[in-house]
């Protein structure tokens, strides 16, 4: 089983769509927990991080359930130029804070 | 604004020759990372790096050796290039005191070994 584990999509929504993006984590003693982007052909850039609490940066939503070990995306109108892929990151609970990345959920918005 | 570099963005190299991926950052860094990236299934760690001549073993290094004698320059080399080392390459650094262990990629090196 994968440490970190997303659906792939693609997930084709219209402008101005909400859509939310599910992750997985099988390390119950992960430490942290983010979102980063990949455009196509580009290389990933931190989105946001994901805390207990729940954090909002805009349009964006990450929530964090530890007891389910799951890590959620949300995205409000969406944008065409929130078109990408979305990958789910923890970091392990072993030395030199080793990110693990999931395979990421492409978003295609279209007009 | 950080910059990571990575001299190709683009390699084809035939079965068996040696290969060198070269990755420089300019912000100082004490970590660097090599990753290869495959379609489904996302960036997996090959070897990083968390000081100068400090070198560990990620989740798949066979094949792979890394250098680093300067601390903003991480190379990859594959020792003896073969077929199922086709990827796309990403070098990565990050400091140890950044916000959130934000790592910082370079472009890529799309490797092709024919």
């Known amino acids: 089983r994968k440490e970190v584990e997303q659906d792939p999509g693609p997930f084709n929504v219209p402008e101005g769509a909400t859509v939310a993006f599910n992750c997985t984590y099988s390390?119950?003693?992960?430490?942290?927990f983010f979102w980063y982007r990949q455009d196509c052909r580009k290389e990933p850039k931190l989105l946001m991080s994901?805390?207990?609490s729940g954090n909002e940066d805009g349009r964006f939503t990450a929530q964090l359930n530890r007891a389910s070990q799951y890590i959620s995306l949300l995205i409000r109108d969406s944008k065409l130029s929130d078109s990408a892929t979305y990958l789910c990151?923890?970091?392990?609970?072993?030395?030199?804070?080793?990110?693990?990345f999931g395979a990421g959920t492409r978003l295609a918005v279209h007009p | 604004d950080v910059k990571v570099t990575q001299s190709s963005r683009y390699l084809v190299k035939r079965t068996g020759e040696k290969v060198f991926l070269e990755c420089v950052q300019d912000?100082?860094?004490?970590?660097m990372f090599w990753y290869r990236q495959d379609p489904g299934l996302g960036l997996r760690l090959i070897y990083f790096?968390?000081?100068?001549?400090?070198?560990e073993k990620g989740d798949i290094p066979e094949g792979y050796s890394v250098s680093r004698e300067k601390k903003e320059r991480f190379s990859l080399i594959l020792e003896s290039a073969s077929t199922n080392q086709t990827s796309m390459y990403l070098c990565?650094?990050?400091?140890?005191?950044?916000?959130?262990?934000?790592?910082?990629f370079g472009p890529g090196t799309r490797l092709t070994v024919t």
């Open positions: 990565a650094s990050s400091s140890p005191s950044g916000i959130f262990n934000e790592q910082y």
């Open positions: 390390n119950s003693a992960s430490q942290s």
């Open positions: 994901v805390y207990s």
């Open positions: 990151v923890v970091i392990s609970s072993g030395g030199y804070n080793k990110l693990i």
């Open positions: 912000m100082d860094h004490e970590n």
């Open positions: 790096s968390y000081d100068v001549k400090m070198k």
